[in-house]
């Protein structure tokens, strides 16, 4: 029996154009009317979720990958690298003169080179949209694509996350370093990388995953992992896909993660999450 149920955001129960479907809103409603906890699980920190996540009545947050579980407004558990940490990590990117950015669960900061490709990777994803509604995608996207790595120098924030871009040439030498420095929870080589040809990695404190994160809190409330059920289309949902009892792939999500899916369904624009909870058989967990 499915006791809660993890959503990813961005590609899963979100369309990057057109936003959460209202099927979703419908399938998180009856889920929690029918006493099954509804908990987002998303790679982005809290500041930069979107107002329509937020608006949206769940149990909880799962944020930054892992490094923030909260419920019922409060904070449980927070992680984060410290301070020398992220000033070594730092210094490595910057001699190298590598695209990076670093989260924090207030902001993001990043040095000019990944502000372009971020910029130009949100984009790419509003192709065909209008120049109205891409303003209001930007606006909702809520994450400024500017150089403000140098505003971290006079900043108290606690950085969770580096997301790392990596020229071919540089890829060996790379991978061999960073991943001595906390877990690394996505990663793409520069052959398969979706921004041009750059590799890309995504680096958080030692056991801070998604599938750590859902463990903990499922440990707390007392429910079983088989209990659970999940809902992803990146690299970065792989760990949540392989915890929870019951892990669903967007069928245009990324092929890694499809492999250790127990089912796919369709995208968010699809009304992908709402058909899978009421598919019977084998599903019906709302009707």
């Not at 979703?24 to 979107?50: D, F, H, K, P, W």
């Not at 769940?58 to 301070?83: H, M, P, R």
């Not at 001699?95 to 989260?103: G, H, K, N, Q, Y």
């Not at 984009?123 to 891409?134: H, R, T, W």
Request: aromatic letters at 8%; glycine letters at 10%.
């Amino acid at each position: 029996m499915v006791k809660a149920i993890f959503l990813d955001i961005d590609g899963t129960l979100r369309d990057e154009c057109s936003g959460v479907p209202q099927s979703a809103y419908t399938a998180v409603r009856m889920c929690r009317e029918r006493g099954i906890r509804i908990l987002i699980c998303t790679g982005r920190n809290l500041a930069s979720i979107q107002e329509e996540i937020l608006s949206m009545d769940t149990d909880g947050i799962i944020a930054g990958g892992g490094c923030l579980i909260a419920e019922n407004g409060y904070v449980q558990k927070k992680s984060y690298f410290q301070k020398p940490e992220t000033e070594r990590i730092q210094e490595y990117l910057l001699t190298r003169e590598l695209p990076f950015a670093m989260e924090s669960q207030e902001r993001i900061f990043m040095n000019r080179a990944a502000a372009v490709l971020l910029r130009q990777d949100f984009i790419g994803k509003l192709k065909g949209l209008g120049a109205e509604e891409i303003r209001k995608r930007e606006k909702e996207n809520s994450i400024p694509y500017e150089d403000t790595l140098k505003e971290y120098m006079h900043s108290p924030d606690h950085i969770h996350k580096f997301c790392l871009w990596c020229r071919p040439e540089d890829w060996e030498a790379v991978c061999a370093t960073v991943p001595g420095w906390g877990a690394v929870v996505q990663q793409s080589a520069p052959t398969d990388g979706k921004i041009r040809k750059w590799g890309y990695l995504e680096l958080q404190p030692a056991g801070c995953t998604k599938g750590q994160a859902i463990r903990w809190w499922c440990r707390r409330n007392g429910i079983r992992l088989e209990d659970t059920m999940s809902f992803g289309d990146g690299k970065n949902d792989v760990d949540m896909i392989r915890t929870t009892g019951i892990g669903v792939a967007m069928e245009d999500g990324d092929e890694e993660l499809k492999q250790w899916a127990d089912s796919l369904c369709r995208p968010a624009s699809g009304d992908g999450i709402y058909r899978e909870l009421v598919r019977n058989p084998p599903r019906g967990i709302i009707e």
